[in-house]
């Protein structure tokens, strides 16, 4: 089992599959473009866990708060729908923990859909806690898909 940072197109194409399973809206192309602007714009990071094979990715970005200090982002964070409940999700997690507090981060962070019961649990288990109500409206010339 090995965690590493996707650095470059082929680790990231790698990834796309999992990916697609969490953002269906998006192709292959789409994916690496944006991938590629975040990383120049947001200092995104794409880490996946490969055990024959990608077995769980997350997408993240360290950021800063007046009133929380610096903080690492959970963007994504997926396990392949037929390897859930076999750690991978939790050794990622626990990777993405580690990294934060190696970069001076005082929290990880993350949003998830009202909807995602389980992956609230899984956040649960591994010692989040729910601290904040998470406000959103579209532009008026903006839709989200």
Same mark, same amino acid.
């Given at each position: 089992? =090995?965690?590493?940072?996707?650095? +470059?197109?082929?680790?990231?194409?790698?990834?796309?599959?999992?990916?697609?399973? $969490?953002?269906?809206?998006?192709?292959? /192309?789409? @994916? $690496?473009?944006?991938?590629?602007?975040?990383? #120049?714009?947001?200092?995104? =990071?794409?880490?996946? $866990?490969?055990? =024959? %094979? #990608?077995?769980? #990715?997350? !997408? *993240? &970005?360290? %950021?800063?708060?007046?009133? &929380? !200090? &610096?903080?690492?982002?959970? /963007?994504?964070?997926?396990?392949?729908?037929?390897?859930?409940?076999? !750690?991978? %999700? %939790?050794? $990622? *997690?626990?990777?993405?923990?580690?990294?934060?507090?190696?970069? +001076?981060?005082?929290? #990880? &962070?993350?949003?998830?859909?009202?909807?995602?019961? +389980?992956?609230?649990? @899984?956040?649960?288990?591994? !010692?989040?806690? *729910?601290?904040?109500?998470? @406000?959103?409206?579209?532009?008026?010339?903006?839709?989200?898909?």
């Amino acid at each position: 089992m =090995n965690i590493k940072l996707a650095k +470059d197109d082929q680790q990231r194409t790698a990834c796309f599959d999992l990916i697609h399973e $969490l953002r269906p809206h998006l192709t292959l /192309e789409s @994916f $690496l473009n944006t991938v590629h602007r975040m990383e #120049v714009e947001h200092q995104y =990071n794409l880490a996946y $866990l490969s055990d =024959n %094979g #990608v077995k769980a #990715v997350a !997408g *993240f &970005r360290m %950021g800063e708060w007046l009133h &929380r !200090g &610096r903080y690492l982002e959970i /963007e994504e964070l997926i396990t392949c729908d037929k390897q859930r409940s076999k !750690g991978y %999700g %939790g050794k $990622l *997690f626990d990777w993405l923990n580690q990294y934060a507090a190696e970069h +001076d981060c005082r929290q #990880v &962070r993350l949003v998830s859909g009202v909807s995602r019961e +389980d992956a609230h649990r @899984f956040y649960l288990k591994k !010692g989040m806690t *729910f601290e904040a109500k998470y @406000f959103s409206m579209n532009t008026r010339n903006k839709q989200i898909d």
